[in-house]
């Protein structure tokens, strides 16, 4: 048996693969034994090929999980399934799992997969379909979620779902802290305002350890990402900003926690607890120079400045 998922959500392309997986070792292979898988970007040809011929161990059958089966290039695999896919489909031992996270292929393999009558693609959801995606997820947990809600969800992620999938969790944690079993659209507001690439915790956490490099090769990764230095100097403000609210709350109070800190500056849990550790130990005036010192920058970006030599110069400023 071959079975291939693809296609442009990669993420539910791949849970599917997992929960694939998941029923073949309950139903098949508790112990793991007859279960193998490889990432074609990096497995051995040999080791790939000796997992399918090998016969099962004490099991009638076995699952061989090959990823990025065609993305990541032609190659020997590929040229041992163009010859050999109508006889692994044949087996009677061997369930073949294939999974590759887009959806065009210029390989001449992909048509022949896409054929097969296990083939499933996952295209693109709409944003109805993805706000109901979100309440079928929250459902799971106990929890629903107001339509509106769901949609500036639905909306803001359409195009990663990735993403989304970690938000949703998240949310849904946030609401059942506070002994709630509804997800409001004022919860996910709150959220959004409070969502941060955690590479920004990160960036942060390199200028207060004075780790010059890091915090470079950091503020390197958001050009590489197309990000413009106006974005990037709103994102550190915003970020800064929570810092002097939970600097200053933990002067009044330095033994509030996470929850608690979110709770007291109406902050989401998440975000108050990755700020409070980047805060914990730093003076408050220190933060304080940090903040007036971006504050000139977005000036000086917002008027036609070098706003990107700048930057680069306040880190190099920031971990002397």
Same mark, same amino acid.
């Given at each position: 048996?071959? /079975?291939?998922?693809?296609?442009?959500? =990669? %993420?539910?392309?791949?849970?599917? *693969?997992?929960?694939?997986?998941?029923?073949?070792?309950?139903? @098949?292979?508790?112990?793991?034994?007859?279960?193998?898988?490889?990432? /074609?970007?990096?497995?051995? %040809?040999?080791?790939?090929?000796?997992?399918?011929?090998?016969?099962?161990?004490?099991?009638?059958?076995?699952?061989?999980?090959?990823? @990025?089966?065609? =993305?990541?290039? &032609?190659?020997?695999?590929?040229?041992?399934?163009?010859? #050999?896919?109508?006889?692994?489909?044949?087996?009677?031992?061997?369930?073949?799992?294939?999974?590759?996270?887009?959806?065009?292929?210029?390989?001449?393999?992909?048509?022949?997969?896409?054929?097969?009558?296990?083939?499933?693609?996952?295209?693109?959801?709409?944003?109805?379909?993805?706000?109901?995606?979100?309440?079928?997820?929250?459902?799971?947990?106990?929890?629903?979620?107001?339509?509106? !809600? !769901?949609?500036?969800?639905?909306?803001?992620?359409?195009?990663? *779902?990735?993403?989304?999938?970690?938000?949703?969790?998240?949310?849904? !944690?946030?609401?059942? $802290?506070?002994? @709630?079993?509804?997800?409001? #659209?004022?919860?996910?507001?709150?959220?959004?305002?409070?969502?941060?690439?955690?590479?920004?915790?990160?960036?942060?956490?390199?200028?207060? +350890?004075?780790?010059?490099?890091?915090?470079?090769?950091?503020?390197?990764?958001?050009?590489? +990402?197309?990000?413009?230095?106006?974005?990037?100097?709103?994102?550190?403000?915003?970020?800064?900003?929570? *810092? /002097?609210?939970?600097?200053?709350?933990?002067?009044?109070?330095?033994?509030?926690?996470?929850?608690?800190? &979110?709770?007291?500056?109406?902050?989401? &849990?998440?975000?108050?607890?990755?700020?409070?550790?980047?805060?914990?130990?730093?003076? $408050?005036?220190?933060?304080?120079?940090?903040?007036? @010192? /971006? *504050?000139?920058?977005?000036? =000086?970006?917002?008027?036609? $400045?070098?706003?990107?030599?700048?930057?680069?110069? %306040?880190?190099?400023?920031?971990?002397?």
């Amino acid at each position: 048996m071959v /079975l291939f998922y693809y296609g442009a959500d =990669s %993420f539910r392309s791949h849970e599917h *693969m997992m929960r694939t997986i998941q029923s073949f070792k309950k139903k @098949r292979d508790p112990d793991g034994h007859n279960i193998f898988q490889f990432d /074609l970007q990096d497995a051995r %040809f040999n080791q790939i090929m000796e997992a399918i011929s090998a016969p099962p161990f004490l099991a009638e059958k076995k699952m061989v999980v090959v990823k @990025r089966v065609l =993305s990541a290039g &032609a190659g020997d695999f590929v040229d041992v399934l163009k010859e #050999k896919l109508e006889l692994y489909e044949k087996r009677e031992d061997l369930v073949l799992l294939l999974w590759d996270e887009g959806a065009k292929f210029k390989l001449g393999l992909f048509n022949i997969l896409k054929k097969f009558q296990y083939a499933q693609e996952f295209a693109a959801l709409s944003v109805p379909e993805i706000s109901g995606w979100i309440g079928e997820r929250l459902d799971g947990c106990g929890v629903t979620i107001e339509s509106a !809600a !769901a949609t500036v969800l639905a909306k803001k992620f359409q195009e990663d *779902m990735w993403s989304l999938s970690r938000v949703v969790d998240q949310v849904c !944690a946030f609401v059942k $802290g506070d002994d @709630r079993a509804i997800v409001t #659209k004022v919860d996910c507001e709150l959220f959004l305002s409070a969502a941060i690439d955690d590479n920004t915790f990160h960036f942060v956490d390199a200028i207060n +350890a004075k780790d010059q490099g890091r915090a470079l090769s950091l503020l390197d990764q958001q050009w590489q +990402a197309g990000k413009t230095p106006i974005e990037v100097i709103g994102l550190l403000l915003w970020q800064w900003r929570a *810092m /002097l609210k939970v600097r200053a709350l933990l002067d009044d109070q330095p033994k509030l926690r996470g929850k608690e800190i &979110a709770r007291e500056l109406k902050m989401h &849990a998440f975000v108050a607890d990755k700020t409070a550790r980047l805060v914990r130990d730093v003076d $408050g005036d220190f933060v304080l120079n940090q903040y007036n @010192r /971006l *504050m000139d920058l977005d000036a =000086s970006a917002k008027s036609g $400045g070098y706003a990107q030599a700048e930057l680069t110069s %306040f880190v190099c400023g920031m971990t002397k």
